[in-house]
């Protein structure tokens, strides 16, 4: 499985970016697609997912603020970011977790910055 991230910028606090990760085969088949970010010197940290069936998680700081969506015509999967703040700043991932058994796969990052 290959994951194409795209949709990353520089925006200022209170504005909006979707990101994007095209994957190489169909997504139906995909347990549960995510993303996650890593700011400068802190560990990866998950912040949404959704899973084959439409469950979706969220890590609290960004609850109400992005939404997760999964296109499985088009095998890809997105997120809505909006009301950006500077803590948002990082590098994001898309992640694909296929079981059994598990394997995660990732794709190369998009950068976001947020300017405050």
């Known amino acids: 499985v290959q994951l194409q991230a795209s949709g990353g910028g520089l925006v200022q606090a209170g504005e909006s970016l979707r990101l994007s990760c095209a994957v190489s085969?169909?997504?139906?088949?995909?347990?549960?697609m995510g993303w996650y970010r890593q700011a400068p010197g802190k560990q990866r940290e998950l912040v949404a997912s959704i899973t084959s069936g439409g469950s979706t998680n969220y890590a609290d700081s960004v609850k109400g603020r992005f939404t997760i969506s999964r296109d499985n015509a088009k095998n890809s999967v997105y997120l809505q970011m909006v009301s950006l703040k500077p803590e948002d700043t990082a590098v994001y991932y898309c992640?694909?977790?296929?079981?059994?058994?598990?394997?995660?796969?990732w794709g190369q990052g998009t950068l976001v910055t947020v300017s405050s």
């Open positions: 085969r169909g997504i139906f088949s995909i347990n549960r």
């Open positions: 992640n694909a977790e296929v079981w059994p058994p598990l394997k995660n796969y």
